[in-house]
């Protein structure tokens, strides 16, 4: 069976993963906010009830700027919340199932442990706030929904915490990194990878089946991120002096949870996969941040 895959969002790093990985049997069709603005309902439910022939929508899109967030409610509510709501609708109303993309900071950090699924949310900002929102509207409004949070998410694309590591290595001898935040950092390109091999499974499930519902889409193994930055320096030859520091450290508008750490037993117990350990995924995106450099070059 080939599978038709509607996704919102184009040039995010988990978006840019999914298009690089497609085929296969399973056919991509990426919209950029261009094509669908992610502020107007209306064309979001166009996008989806006047689409050709397709069996799974996926929203890789979002609302990201954690800080700016705290100024701009609005947009990060019309985003993260309004639009996958209306993207749920949409999806309910054709028949169609939905994947939508969400945060391990639905979650305080106050917890010691692994947040499980069944775990209650308590968002320390805006932008987890409108996520969840966001979550809570999709799960209500389609029936055949999966709500995947992640965490850390880092590849050779876009902006992410090895992009900004690298660029600062490059240009300071001294960095001074958070050392006492953790979780379960995942690369993007494996979280594609499973959304791309479970797509004909998930476009078949029924309602009701286990596939459905909140799931922690993450690696297996957690990282602090001065332990991330010391692997990703070792990894592309660069050795600038590493000074561990607090959170508090870098105050921001948004407040940060020390403890990003999700769960990952149930993508285990339901789908029977386990993504990669950071430290595998991160040698795999240097390789391939080197050969886009080689190639540009």
């Not at 209500?140 to 880092?154: I, M, S």
């Not at 602090?224 to 050795?239: I, N, P, Q």
């Not at 999700?262 to 285990?268: F, G, I, P, V, Y």
Request: hydrophobic fraction near 50%; charged fraction near 20%.
């Amino acid at each position: 069976m080939s599978v038709r895959i509607l996704q919102f969002g184009a040039t995010g790093q988990l978006a840019r993963e999914v298009l690089d990985r497609a085929g296969n049997g399973v056919e991509v069709t990426a919209l950029s906010r261009a094509e669908a603005d992610l502020t107007d309902v209306d064309a979001i439910r166009r996008a989806i009830l006047e689409a050709g022939d397709i069996d799974l929508v996926v929203n890789a899109a979002a609302y990201t700027a954690v800080d700016k967030a705290e100024a701009e409610p609005d947009l990060a509510y019309a985003v993260n919340a309004r639009a996958p709501e209306a993207m749920a609708r949409a999806c309910q109303a054709r028949g169609v199932p939905m994947v939508h993309i969400s945060t391990d900071m639905v979650f305080s950090g106050a917890k010691d442990g692994a947040y499980l699924e069944t775990d209650a949310p308590a968002p320390l900002h805006v932008y987890g706030a409108s996520k969840l929102v966001g979550e809570q509207a999709v799960l209500a409004n389609c029936d055949r929904a999966l709500v995947g949070r992640v965490t850390w998410l880092f590849s050779a694309y876009g902006q992410n915490f090895l992009q900004i590591m690298l660029r600062l290595a490059r240009s300071q001898p001294v960095l001074k990194v958070v050392d006492d935040q953790r979780g379960r950092a995942t690369a993007s390109g494996d979280v594609a990878a499973f959304l791309l091999d479970q797509a004909e499974r998930l476009a078949r499930a029924p309602a009701g089946a286990p596939e459905w519902g909140l799931l922690h889409l993450v690696g297996p193994t957690v990282a602090t991120r001065t332990e991330m930055a010391k692997a990703l320096f070792d990894l592309a030859g660069l050795s600038p002096q590493i000074e561990p520091v607090p959170t508090s450290a870098f105050p921001t508008p948004a407040r940060r949870a020390l403890n990003a750490e999700l769960d990952s037993s149930r993508l285990k117990a339901v789908f029977g996969v386990e993504l990669r350990p950071w430290r595998a995924a991160l040698a795999d995106v240097v390789a391939k941040l080197n050969a886009m450099q080689g190639a540009a070059a």
